[in-house]
């Protein structure tokens, strides 16, 4: 059974899919039969179109430029993984189908099908909803301030776990911020069998950096002003004992 917990407030589909686009490092690109890995090689146009910097040996572009009408079909696969260590890391994969065109020192690849699947499953972005979308404001910044509050701010994160509900928190071994947004942070709640996130809600989306700074300061002091989680008390006097 998942954790009863109510999210409020997350990213519409289509800017979740253009955040991970955003953030990600790596694309897989399957066409013509063969599969290439790429690292820090794509880069994304405001309407969401994918440009790739291929090598000149790249059997990808002899693919494009030997196809007929210079459109051979793909599907560019990118993995959006947490920056902190936690169980299942890769927290949402995206699917994007089409074709590509050969531009000056790049590849073009403009998407048919644009599929996004996280934990609760698959769904189909809309294709003008994806053209249309903004990644979230946060993604480029996110693994960088994920990292530094696991780090740096382990007492901060325990603080807030006073904000979840009591049910999600039974049987916790660990809990380690997930994923943040201009809406919400999303705590992994990792038990000796399986695991849960949990979102909490900012009471304004941030914009920026300095505008999360804020909703997390009231994130905290809204958790400071509330007790402690008898599960995570329980642990702690069993570890103790």
Known sequence: ?????????????????????AAAWSCAVTAEGGREELLGAHSVTGDGRILLRVPDDSALLAAAVCAPRGEPSAVLEFADVAPVPVRRRIRTRLWT?????????HLEFRASRVVLRDASGAVVVGLDEFADADPDPLASAEAAL????????????????RLVEPESLHGAVRVQPLAVDRHGLTL????????????????????????????????????????????????RADGDG
């Open 188 to 235: 992994r709640v990792e038990r000796v069998r399986g695991d849960g996130d949990v979102r909490l809600a900012f009471h304004a989306p941030a914009d920026d950096v300095s505008q999360l700074t804020e909703r997390m300061h009231v994130l905290l002091t809204q958790a400071s002003s509330t007790a402690c989680p008898r599960a995570l008390q329980r642990q």
């Open 1 to 21: 059974m998942g954790d009863r917990h109510v999210w409020t407030a997350a990213p519409a589909v289509a800017e979740r899919a253009r955040s991970v686009l």
């Open 146 to 161: 994920l990292t530094h509050l696991a780090d740096a701010h382990p007492d901060a994160v325990e603080r807030l776990t």
């Open 97 to 105: 189908a089409g074709w590509f065109t050969v531009g000056e020192g």
